[in-house]
């Protein structure tokens, strides 16, 4: 019975510090995460369907932020037409340096906006994603960015 | 000539003079003394010109790239004057150029020219693909920030070019020229006979010309520190392609994963 209770416990503490167990961001009141979340580390999303993600990708030959963000802007602007609304320098809470990139995009005839923050830390590349209905996402858009900048 | 010119002048006066005069002595000692007044006048003119020329030959020949040491060794204390004190800011002057990737270049240029005129500065030169903007130098760091939200920055190329020695050095001789043209002009004042006047008003044009040509110089660097040049080139992104038409892929499986759709499966 204790067992079950051990392991209750490891499940609940690893859902709520990532599906992988790995360090990752603070999720905001207004989200909740999911359980089932790969490839990210952690998924959340808000009653409205705006979602919060963190993935965390290798970086063996310890690529910089320069070309991690221009690979990033080309997948997502050059090959699959993301239109892109802002792309600034930003910095984590604990200090590691990263880029901002927002997207806006139509899906079924509605706007959807997209957010994506890319830090590089060591031999990591972090990168946090956030999108939904443009008008959802604007409502959260201080939280989110909040967010985003308390990787670690 | 002029001195022929000079000693009759002496002699005529000193024949007036001893008209008034009943002594042989006076007439003979007021006539050196005149003579020598005159003379020292004439030298001292003749120095002043001389300097003049030099010092009007030495700036036309200097050039732009002058040497501060040369300037400081022509008027030495008009030098320390001008050299920039230790709390004088750096001249200094900032330009930038960018290549960018943008899905609409016509768009990005006007988004661009818009961007400029906000923030105080003003297009200078557009083309089909470039524009040459001219930004206040107290907002070139928060412009070209602002320019990576026109599409994807693939180069960036930002220079500074200390000009604060070059600055000092035309200000110092532009103020030279001044004063020559000063002293230039007192002499014309003084100047007697017609040789006197047309070598003086010869020396004045010369040197008004200088200035002039000195204050041009100095303006056109004083507007180059204050506005920055930045330009951006911009190249229209590839259409967006079908799955599979891909020529190009890097080899990092995740990147595919990216984006809204995936974000939003359940």
Redesign the interface.
Known sequence: MSQMKTLALLATAAVLSGCLGATTIEVPGDFVPVERCEPYTIKAVSADGVVLAQRTEDNPKNGTLEFWAAAIGNQLFAREGYKLASNVEATSESGIPGRLMTYDALRSGASFKYLLAVFVKGGKVIVVEAGGRADSVNKLLPQIRTAMMTVK | MYKTFIVSVVLAAAMVCGGCSNSKDSQVQALWRDKHMLAQQKDEMARQLSEAQALGAAALQRSEAARPAAAATLVPSAAAAARPAAVDPRRIIYSAQFAI?A?DVAAALNKAKSMAAASGGYMQQMTSDTIVMRIPADRFDPFI?EL??L????RKNIEAVDVTEQYADLELRLRSAKAMHDKLMVLLDKAAGVKDTLAVETEIARVREEVERLEGLLNRLRNQVAYSTITVNFTA?????APGE?KIK?P?P???????DR??ES
């Not at chain 2, 599409?151 to 693939?154: F, K, M, P, S």
């Not at chain 2, 992104?237 to 392609?241: D, I, T």
């Open positions: 990737v899905p920030s990576a939200a599409g994807i920055v693939t992104a590839a259409a967006p392609q891909l890097l990092f995740w990147l595919d994963s990216l984006g809204l974000l939003l």
